[in-house]
């Protein structure tokens, strides 16, 4: 079992930055992948980031690339997501996830999930 906790959630404008934190207990991160979904209201939850555990994997959605970072610390068992020129259309809640299966980018290849933390992005 792995239980995973958000945190960096809030409300910035519209240009502004946020850094996701997710800290991990139970079992270290070492031997999974870790990424980051959203939700809207009303809509599906949908990839945005993940790290793999090996061969430098990472891959992002289309429309966050270039503007958020996902990275890992396995020591602090902890991953993160930094988050730049945050527009409107990223509001939502955001979950960490943990998975040993690929394609890396599929909701149902991660087992292990957070409770969300709020984004929030005025105009």
């Known amino acids: 079992q792995v239980q995973l906790v958000e945190s960096g959630g809030g409300l910035v404008q519209a240009g502004g930055s946020l850094r996701l934190s997710c800290a991990a207990s139970?079992?270290?991160?070492?031997?999974?992948?870790l990424g980051w979904f959203r939700q809207a209201p009303g809509k599906e939850r949908e990839f945005v980031a993940a790290?793999?555990?090996?061969?430098?994997?990472?891959s992002y959605e289309e429309r966050v690339n270039g503007r958020f970072t996902i990275s890992r610390d396995n020591a602090k068992n902890t991953v993160y997501l930094q988050m730049n020129s945050l527009k409107p259309e990223d509001t939502a809640v955001y979950y960490c996830?943990?998975?040993?299966?690929?394609?890396?980018?599929?909701?149902?290849?991660?087992?292990?999930w957070g409770q969300g933390t709020q984004v929030t992005v005025s105009s």
């Open positions: 139970g079992r270290t991160f070492s031997a999974y992948t």
């Open positions: 790290r793999g555990w090996g061969a430098r994997e990472t």
């Open positions: 996830a943990a998975g040993r299966g690929f394609p890396i980018t599929t909701l149902r290849n991660f087992e292990y």
